[in-house]
């Protein structure tokens, strides 16, 4: 078996456990889980460290568990956030995890055909059984106020936030609860989780111990910054989301394209398989011609691939070198709309209606009268004269007409001016 704890090691991943971790996982394969909040319908690359952190516990033979919080996402998390959320309907939770199931399928293998195959729970599926009651005499008298308030999460809330609800102050006794369900029910002795969750993860090795006397153990990850000290997995637009109706493998893909040099040498480790021998030849690559962006590109690549497919990488690839690379007059037309719109956002646009293509139109008074997209007919006849002009990433000459068959998928036209400048024409 692998030594999932050096592993982890060397990848950056690993910021803190409980003492016995080192040994009890070289007693064989042990069950680790890790739980996922369903207050939306899809993760987001924030959750791809807790999900790649589940990938190498499954290929160093151990057997992950994905938690998907049915009851607990009813309450809300109150760790270092300083205001209650909003609660989410039964409905909607619903449909949240079983998106959320999906996407994880993407990287843990479930499958019968190996004995670690990852196992999904939804804590909704025991919490519901109980009574408000049974709870609180079977479970909460075994942990004391005094313990639940020393937690860092807690005290943080209570002296810079808005208080705190009871429902809130209680999910830390859930998710302890849940430890010691799937301890007693399912073997999982390891929770996993990212550093803010220390205190609620412990509140379950503790719950273990004096419920039943057991051992159980924490392990957590890092929560992962960027090197200007701006939150991860944040862009002007919003969240980087793994579905690819919130955000497209394009704009996924240029995620990892754009991230700093020093950020990349730390996210190879943490979000990718590469091996540590594999890791370092890209690092020593990408030092040597910092340029070429070794890094990025091979960052982009796995994790674009792993949530993506190929596919959709490669389309996401021959949409990036669209604008800076050699493409051609089909590879703009693959493009659906809305890559296509993300390729070219910011470029100078003009609409039109159709029918001004009804007739062949001479190419220098189409880039100059009708677009626009020439300040006069005779600069638009100098860059043609010169072949400087692109029309779809076709080379175009002063007396080729520019007709109807140039609108791309009956919408576009992409004109270039020289190698970097780049005019689109919307048809109507």
Not at 176 to 192: A, C, E, P, R, S
Not at 309 to 319: F, S
Request: charged fraction near 20%.
């Amino acid at each position: 078996m692998i030594d999932i704890l050096h592993e982890l090691t060397w990848r950056g991943m690993l910021h803190d456990m409980t003492p016995g971790l080192e040994n009890h996982v070289k007693t064989g394969m042990c069950s680790a889980y890790l739980g996922f909040d369903p207050t939306a319908d899809s993760l987001h690359i924030g959750h791809l460290v807790g999900v790649m952190t589940l990938l190498h516990f499954q290929r160093a033979g151990h057997k992950p568990y994905a938690l998907v919080g049915g009851a607990t996402g009813m309450i809300g998390d109150p760790s270092f956030k300083s205001a209650e959320r909003n609660l989410l309907d039964k409905e909607t939770l619903a449909h949240n995890v079983e998106c959320i199931k999906k996407q994880l399928s993407q990287f843990l293998d479930f499958s019968d055909s190996i004995s670690n195959k990852a196992e999904l729970v939804n804590n909704y599926d025991w919490m519901s059984q109980f009574s408000f009651l049974d709870f609180i005499r079977d479970v909460g008298k075994h942990i004391t106020v005094n313990y639940m308030m020393a937690k860092d999460s807690v005290k943080k809330r209570l002296e810079e936030g808005s208080g705190l609800s009871f429902t809130e102050f209680s999910y830390q006794l859930i998710q302890g609860y849940d430890f010691y369900h799937l301890w007693k029910h399912n073997n999982v002795t390891i929770q996993l989780g990212g550093s803010d969750q220390w205190g609620n993860i412990v509140t379950g090795t503790e719950l273990i111990r004096r419920m039943e006397g057991g051992t159980a153990y924490a392990l957590t990850v890092p929560l992962i910054t960027k090197a200007d000290g701006t939150k991860f997995g944040k862009t002007e637009s919003g969240s980087v989301w793994l579905d690819p109706h919130k955000t497209s493998p394009y704009a996924f893909y240029q995620f990892w394209l754009n991230v700093s040099d020093e950020d990349a040498e730390k996210y190879i480790k943490i979000f990718t398989t590469f091996t540590k021998e594999e890791t370092e030849a890209l690092i020593e690559q990408h030092r040597a011609a910092p340029h070429t962006r070794t890094l990025q590109k091979a960052l982009g690549k796995s994790v674009t691939t792993m949530v993506h497919g190929e596919k959709e990488y490669q389309t996401a690839l021959k949409a990036s070198e669209i604008l800076f690379g050699k493409s051609s007059t089909e590879d703009l037309a693959s493009l659906d709309e809305r890559t296509f719109l993300q390729v070219f956002e910011g470029v100078p646009m003009a609409e039109l209606s159709k029918s001004t293509l009804d007739t062949p139109s001479e190419a220098a008074v189409f880039l100059a009268d009708v677009s626009g997209a020439f300040p006069s007919r005779g600069e638009a006849r100098r860059m043609l004269q010169q072949g400087a002009v692109h029309i779809n990433k076709e080379k175009w000459s002063e007396n080729q007409p520019i007709t109807s068959s140039q609108i791309l998928n009956g919408r576009y036209m992409v004109i270039q001016k020289g190698k970097k400048n780049y005019f689109l024409v919307k048809f109507v």
